[in-house]
């Protein structure tokens, strides 16, 4: 078995399924970050000022308002090749259903996938080939769950050669999972990337 982030080939036992993809040990539990950026992808997690205030808003008022404005994670991932893809997911609300029949959206054959998610792309075609990759769906119902609802910079976007992905969970700090989250940015790159070792 070979691992689908670092490509690395490994003991059958020591791997990992996250997302529908296999993982080697060290991939599944430590920072994705310097393999990916061996693999020439540039890499930044949670650099927006506006995402710390968020934070900072949180843990200051929770105590005293109750409000639970969850955690927020953002990833700006620069790709070592311009993809022939272009895409905005963000999670689907109420008001996308209603307007969906004017528009045209792609829909995916994975009736959860197109109940929770809306799509807009230039690319319609290019879109549902890495849609139907291993791990790009699952990866981003992962990323869209929890989320704070109506929130509208949730979302996960490719132009050009950047991904960019901000969701906010509405979950509590302790249950935030970092490393999750970023496995599941993995699962989104890897199809974009050279396969060769
Ligand atoms: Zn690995």
Known sequence: MICRLC?????????????????????????????????GVGVVWNDTQSHRLLDVLNVVTKPSLNLDLGRSFHARITLPEVPHLSFKFVPETLIHKA??????????????FDKRVYVRTETPDELRK???????????LSLFSNV???NKTNSVSL????????????ERQDIFNEQKLKLD?????????????
Do not use: M
């Open 185 to 197: 940015v993995v699962g989104l790159i890897l199809p974009l990337l050279n396969s060769e070792p």
């Open 148 to 150: 704070v609802a109506n």
């Open 159 to 170: 132009l050009g050669s950047v991904l960019e992905v901000c969701v906010h969970k509405a």
């Open 99 to 112: 307007g969906k029949w004017i528009r045209d959206e792609p829909e995916v054959g994975d009736l959860i």
């Open 7 to 39: 490509l690395d080939p490994g003991i059958s036992e020591d791997f990992f399924r996250n997302n529908g993809l296999d993982l080697c040990a060290a991939c599944f539990r430590l920072d994705p970050t310097p393999v990916l950026v061996e693999r």
């Open 130 to 140: 890495y849609l139907a990759e291993d791990g790009v769906q699952s990866s981003i």
